[in-house]
Nanobody, 123 residues
Framework: QVQLVESGGGLVQAGGSLRLSCAAS????????MGWFRQAPGKEREFVAG???????NYADSVKGRFTISRDNAKNTVYLQMNSLKPEDTAVYIC?????????????????WGQGTQVTVSS
């Protein structure tokens, strides 16, 4: 059925960059809003960035100006470019897909979830 597979995580020093990818299958990707969430140890899962089917983007205040979400409908893939990384960005980053063209920041707006990819930022 629906699968979301993240890749691109790893260990990076503070100030560095990573690009995460999320490959989607079994979903109508071009008509689905997509999002990235993250969960750090001992913390709740939180919204990071979202993109509508039309390409409108939205970011958490904590990552605004540093992260960029984008999508390639021909590849059924959504990306998260992360620049100027900080230790507090350390978390498991999880890709999510909505059944709707537009979705907000709430977890309940997304029907499908990947298993996550670890991002660790060292100081």
């Amino acid at each position: 059925q629906v699968q979301l597979v993240e890749s691109g995580g790893g260990l990076v020093q503070a100030g560095g960059s990573l690009r995460l990818s999320c490959a989607a299958s079994g979903v109508s990707f071009s008509t689905s809003a997509m999002g990235w969430f993250r969960q750090a140890p001992g913390k709740e899962r939180e919204f990071v960035a979202g993109i509508t089917s039309g390409g409108t983007t939205n970011y958490a205040d904590s990552v605004k100006g540093r992260f960029t979400i984008s999508r390639d409908n021909a590849k059924n893939t959504v990306y998260l470019q992360m620049n100027s990384l900080k230790p507090e960005d350390t978390a498991v980053y999880i890709c999510a897909a909505s059944r709707r063209r537009i979705a907000g920041t709430a977890i309940v707006a997304y029907a499908y979830w990947g298993q996550g990819t670890q991002v660790t930022v060292s100081s």
